[in-house]
C-alpha cells in the first residue's frame, strides 16, 4: 500500500538480491488469463503483471539465500539473454520479447483458458 508499482518493484528486488536497481522503463503489461490457483485447477484467474527493465547502480552480484516454495527451492542466478533458450522460463513470451524489446510498451495478453474447452 502506498507505493507505486515503479517504487515497489525497487523495493522487492533489493530486499530479494540485494542489489540496487533503478528503472529504466516499463517494459510489457501483461494480461494472463489462466486455469488453477490454491489448489482448485477450476478456478478461473485474471492476472496483470508489469514488467520493467531495470538497471543496476553498481554491484551486480546476487545476494540469494533461496526460497522454499511447496517442496522446492529455489535460487536467483543471472540468465544470459541469448541463451534464454536452455532454460524454463515465466512467463513464455520472454523467450522471444527479451531478444526483440520495442522502445515502447508491448500490452501481452495470454489466454489459458482457450487451451481447456471444459473450462468454459
Keep these: ?11 522487492e528486488v533489493i530486499e530479494e538480491t540485494g542489489v540496487h536497481y533503478e528503472i529504466d522503463r516499463l517494459a510489457f503489461i501483461h494480461e494472463n488469463y489462466f486455469l488453477g490457483l490454491g489448489g482448485d485447477p477450476t478456478l ?3 492476472e496483470v503483471a508489469l514488467y520493467f527493465l531495470m538497471k543496476s547502480r553498481g554491484c551486480q552480484e546476487l545476494y540469494d539465500t533461496g526460497c522454499v516454495y511447496g517442496n522446492v527451492r529455489e535460487h536467483m542466478v543471472w540468465l ?30 495470454s489466454n489459458e483458458y482457450d487451451r481447456h474447452p471444459t473450462s468454459r
Excluded at 500500500?1 to 523495493?11: D, I, Q
Excluded at 524454463?88 to 520495442?102: A, C, D, E, V
Aim: proline share 5%; hydrophobic share 45%; aromatic share 10%.
Design 1 to 11: 500500500m502506498h507505493e507505486t508499482a515503479a517504487e515497489a518493484v525497487v523495493r
Design 44 to 46: 478461473r484467474c485474471h
Design 80 to 109: 544470459p539473454i541469448d541463451q534464454l533458450n536452455d532454460f524454463k522460463l515465466y512467463p513464455l513470451f520472454f523467450k522471444s520479447r527479451l531478444m526483440q524489446l520495442q522502445d515502447s510498451i508491448v500490452h501481452i495478453v
